[in-house]
């Protein structure tokens, strides 16, 4: 599809979200589309056209689609139904923006859309005990932390979701986080690199040359690698203190998407969110996005951060 008829259709996006939401519950996001392009100047072939839409709500939620994260747009008005995203809000009071980015079905982005949104912090009073025969679930403080699912892994429909980063089992959900188009596969390593962490970029029917027991798939130069550096330090996960762990492969969309909520040596907290996939439009590409937050909490307190990013091929 060309820029041309890109611009040729146009499309009015309608989101219903809490633009203000309280600490830690949950809430629906809904993305429809009006179209304001006149059928007659409709430009494909087809008379549905599909939008899916990748969204960053980072550090004010995390999220899950419900359902497919797309809209079906008819050249005669109307949509199939809005896509739905589940909101989970941060703990803490904070405010920010998400980041709606609406892409066509050839994976090329259309536009992006920014929409504000406050998060609350409400304090529960504690429970106080009264009766002697009151029972254990009653004699527990409000506050008191819920115990943490220490399933590591959870497989819904057409998502693979890592919820906590166990080191032991690197190399395996490096595996098991690869994407690809059927052209190159990359591992689902970290961009800014782990001990012992084994990164490749492979590609079809291109083999070493090394005389070896067997012919193995050549290693092409890393495009992933990245280094960030906060206040002069280096951001790693072997590093620092991790707050919040999570990492998703979306196998329908074929997208890996990670969100790292990590405190460095020195007590600066940032939250870390990248997204990255192999294109079906083009085999030859292979795209990522990586965003940096500061933790609200300090940008209040006035503090001033010197965050550096470097990005290059690793030959």
């Not at 009015?12 to 633009?19: A, D, E, H, L, S």
């Not at 139904?81 to 589940?86: N, W």
């Not at 920010?96 to 859309?113: A, K, L, S």
């Not at 890592?162 to 089992?169: G, L, M, T, Y």
Request: hydrophobic share 35%; glycine share 6%; proline share 6%.
């Amino acid at each position: 599809m060309s820029i041309k008829e890109q611009r040729q259709i146009a499309l009015k996006p309608v989101i219903n979200y809490p633009r203000e939401a309280q600490a830690g519950q949950s809430y629906l996001m809904t993305i429809d589309l009006r179209v304001t392009t006149n059928p007659d100047a409709w430009p494909y072939d087809d008379e549905e056209f599909p939008v899916y839409f990748s969204i960053d709500t980072m550090p004010l939620f995390s999220y899950e689609p419900v359902g497919q994260p797309l809209v079906v747009v008819h050249r005669f008005g109307g949509t199939y139904g809005p896509a739905a995203f589940l909101l989970t809000a941060a703990q803490g009071q904070m405010a920010g923006e998400i980041h709606i980015t609406m892409i066509n079905r050839g994976g090329v982005p259309i536009t992006e859309v920014t929409i504000e949104c406050e998060i609350k912090s409400t304090e529960i009073p504690k429970r106080e005990i009264g009766s002697r025969d009151a029972n254990k679930d009653q004699i527990k403080s409000a506050d008191t932390p819920k115990p943490r699912n220490e399933m590591p892994y959870s497989i819904p429909t057409w998502r693979i979701s890592e919820e906590v980063f166990d080191a032991d089992k690197l190399r395996s959900q490096e595996t098991v986080c690869t994407i690809g188009n059927g052209y190159f596969g990359t591992r689902g390593s970290f961009e800014e690199g782990y001990p012992y962490t084994t990164p490749a970029t492979l590609l079809y029917g291109v083999f070493d040359s090394i005389a070896v027991v067997k012919e193995e798939l050549a290693n092409v130069p890393d495009w992933l690698q990245i280094e960030l550096f906060v206040n002069g330090e280096r951001f790693r996960l072997d590093q620092g203190k991790l707050i919040r762990y999570r990492r998703v492969l979306d196998m329908q969309r074929g997208v890996l998407h990670r969100e790292v909520h990590w405190e460095s040596p020195r007590g600066v907290r940032l939250y870390i969110a990248s997204e990255r996939f192999a294109s079906l439009a083009d085999e030859h590409v292979g795209a990522m996005r990586y965003s940096v937050t500061v933790d609200p909490e300090q940008q209040i307190a006035g503090e001033k951060f010197d965050i550096a990013i470097r990005a290059a091929l690793n030959m």
